[in-house]
C-alpha cells in the first residue's frame, strides 16, 4: 500500500510538464514579438527608408523594447528547461552535446539564481528605455548628473550581484 502511494505520489510531479510547455510556448511567442519589433522599427522608424523620420531615437527606442521581449522570451525559456531538468527528467541529448549550458540546471537555487540574474538584466534595459524616452526633457547639468548616478548606481548593484 505504501509503495503503491509512494508510486503514484512520484508521478505527479509530470504536472510540471504543463508549465514547462507553457513557459517554451511563451517564450517563442516572445522571440517571435520581438523580432517582428525590430523588423517593424527598422521599416517603419528609420530615417533611412523614412523621410518624416527626423531622429532615430524613435527606432532606438523600438529596438531597446525588442531586447526587453527577447530577454523575457530567455527568462521564459531557462524556466521552463529548468523546471523540466529539475522535476521530470535530465535532458539527454544537451548532456552529449553540451558540457556547460545555461539550460542546464542542477538546482532550485541554481535555477533562481539564474532567473534573478536575467530579471536584472531585463530591469537595467528597461530603465534605459525609460531613460530614453525622457531624454528629451534633460535641460541642465544636474539630469544629466542624476542620469550619471543612476547608470553608476544600476552597474554597481549589478557587480555586487555576480560577485562571488
Do not use: H
Not at 531622429?55 to 531557462?78: M, P, Q, T
Not at 524556466?79 to 540546471?105: H, R
Amino acid at each position: 500500500m505504501s509503495n503503491k502511494f509512494e508510486k503514484s505520489l512520484w508521478g505527479v510531479r509530470y504536472i510540471t510538464i504543463l508549465p514547462v510547455l507553457l513557459s517554451i510556448i511563451s517564450s517563442v511567442a516572445l522571440l517571435v514579438l520581438g523580432g517582428w519589433e525590430i523588423i517593424e522599427a527598422i521599416i517603419f522608424y528609420n530615417p533611412l527608408f523614412d523621410d518624416s523620420v527626423t531622429n532615430s531615437n524613435e527606432l532606438l527606442f523600438k529596438i531597446i523594447s525588442a531586447i526587453d521581449l527577447f530577454l523575457i522570451g530567455i527568462v521564459l525559456l531557462i524556466f521552463g528547461f529548468g523546471i523540466y531538468e529539475l522535476f521530470v527528467s535530465e535532458i539527454d541529448f544537451a548532456n552529449s552535446k553540451f558540457n556547460e549550458s545555461t539550460l542546464k540546471i542542477r538546482d532550485l537555487d541554481q535555477l533562481k539564481n539564474k532567473i534573478i540574474k536575467v530579471i536584472i538584466i531585463v530591469l537595467i534595459v528597461k530603465f534605459f528605455e525609460k531613460v530614453l524616452k525622457f531624454s528629451e526633457n534633460f535641460k541642465d547639468p544636474m539630469d544629466i548628473l542624476y542620469f550619471s548616478i543612476s547608470i553608476l548606481s544600476i552597474c554597481l548593484g549589478y557587480y555586487l550581484i555576480n560577485k562571488k
